[in-house]
Structures are given as C-alpha cells and as structure tokens.
C-alpha cells in the first residue's frame, strides 16, 4: 500500500474552487477506482488526528434503491473479502456510514445512520468525520451544513460493543461500486482528509449551497471535482485537485458521463 506523509495540505495552484461539472452513474456497471493508498484508510498516516469524507451527491428518488456511494470494502483480495468502510444512502434513503474492525470480519462493525432520510432529486452535501474514538461523541456527520449526531439526536450509533480495532487492508477505494452493485446517482466535489474536520470547517465545505474553497483545510489527502477544468475531455482520468495525485478513473464510462448539473 501506498504511503504519504502526515502533514498534508492543499496544492499552492488550485483552481477556481467552484464547480463546473459533476460525474453520472447509469447504476449498471459504472464506476471510479481509485486503487489503494494508507491514507484512503481511518488514521492511516498514524498521526491519530481522525478522518473525514466530504461529497455532494444527487440521488433519483424514481426507481429508488439503496446507493453505494463511496466505498473502501467488498473487493476480493488474495481470495479473502476485506472490510473497511463505505458511505451509501440505505434501503430507507438514511444516510449510512459503516466502519469495519479487523478487516476480514463483517460481524464487528460500528454503523452511523442518520434518523431522516436525504434529500432526493437535489444536490446534497454530506461531510462525515471521525475521530477514531469508538463513542458516540465521535461521530458527526453534517448534512447540508446541518450537525448531526446521537447528541443532536438527529443520528444513531450502533456496533460499539463488538468493536475492537479498525485494520488498514489494501481494498480500493471506489465511488458508485461495492462489489458486483453499482449505483445510480451523480456526484460532484469530493474529498478526503486525514483529520476530523471542525463544525465551522463542514460548515465551510456546504457553504450555503454552493462547493466551497477547500483547498486551504489541512490535511487533504485528495479532491476530485468530477471534470474540472476539462469537461468532457477529461475522460477516463478525474484529477485529483489536491497536491496528492490520487487520479481515479472512470470504468467503463464516456466523457458524456461529465455533466453540467452542477452543484
């Protein structure tokens, strides 16, 4: 697995920081990979500063079933199955996120699910941050720049009895794919970062509505903005627009995947 080193920030030339395309998934086999990298993993720099996944995602409610929308999980690796966690919209459109211990074991697993469902047919801005603890208080998510948490009651926690230790296993890193299960949605800006983001920065990233400027957060690992700056012609390469070069790539995809509904 791929290593980068622990202090991390953004690139010193970034673009423009709002949004000029988004990526559509059909649902039926198109996807991004990412491959693997320590830092795609809870704490994997070892710097115990926490982790936090920011995406906009825009979900059809017609037709509706559960969407894998970013995940680090379910990919045979030397014949096993490895675990490590991935963000969906479940079968009650619930905004869920699963943490998995010990990486071989799907039965140890601490889940984070939101109490009402997301929005659907609009762009929504989802920011998950932990901070490695396995407690309740360290879990937040913020939906639309909106807290949620088992504090804030809007949130529940569940698995913190069977949870002994996250593993960092070389499973990729893919949006819109576990497994053979694809998913139908669009999505825009999307980031990682190798730290447990304050309220004031998640409320930052949604800025009102519109993608906000994140390349000054330290500790980006990677910033996909689904097409910029080249449109379609960006196909099947999606930049990273951190200093970090994590590039995914679009799977069995066009550049007509490349919209303009932006968020």
């Known amino acids: 697995m791929l290593g980068l080193a622990s202090g991390l920030t953004g690139g010193s030339a970034l673009p423009d920081p709002y949004s000029k395309f988004s990526v559509s998934f059909n649902g039926t086999d198109e996807y991004v990979e990412l491959g693997d990298n320590d830092l795609f993993s809870p704490n994997g720099s070892g ?110 926690l569940s698995g913190l009895s069977s949870w002994v230790a996250f593993t960092n296993t070389p499973v990729t890193l893919r949006f819109a794919r576990r497994g053979q299960t694809y998913s139908v949605f669009k999505m825009d800006d999307t980031a990682i970062f190798d730290d447990a983001l304050s309220d004031a920065q998640a409320v930052s990233i949604y800025n009102s509505g519109q993608p906000g400027d994140i390349s000054a957060i330290n500790h980006l690992v990677g910033w996909w903005k689904m097409g910029d700056n080249e449109g379609s012609d960006a196909h099947p390469t999606l930049d990273d627009f951190s200093s970090n070069s994590n590039n995914g790539t679009m799977n069995n995809m066009t550049g007509q995947n490349i919209t303009q509904d932006i968020a």
């Open 47 to 156: 710097s115990n500063r926490g982790f936090t996944v920011s995406t906009w995602v825009k979900i059809p409610s017609e037709n509706y079933a559960p969407k894998q929308i970013i995940t680090k999980t379910d990919q045979f690796f030397s014949g096993a199955t490895r675990y490590e966690w991935q963000l969906v919209s479940d079968f009650a459109k619930r905004l869920k996120i699963t943490i998995y211990s010990q990486g071989l074991d799907d039965s140890k697993k601490i889940i984070f699910k939101s109490i009402e469902a997301l929005p659907m047919d609009q762009w929504v801005n989802i920011v998950f941050s932990w901070g490695l603890a396995a407690t309740s208080s360290g879990f937040v998510a913020h939906i639309n720049g909106v807290k949620h948490s088992v504090a804030n009651e809007n949130m529940t």
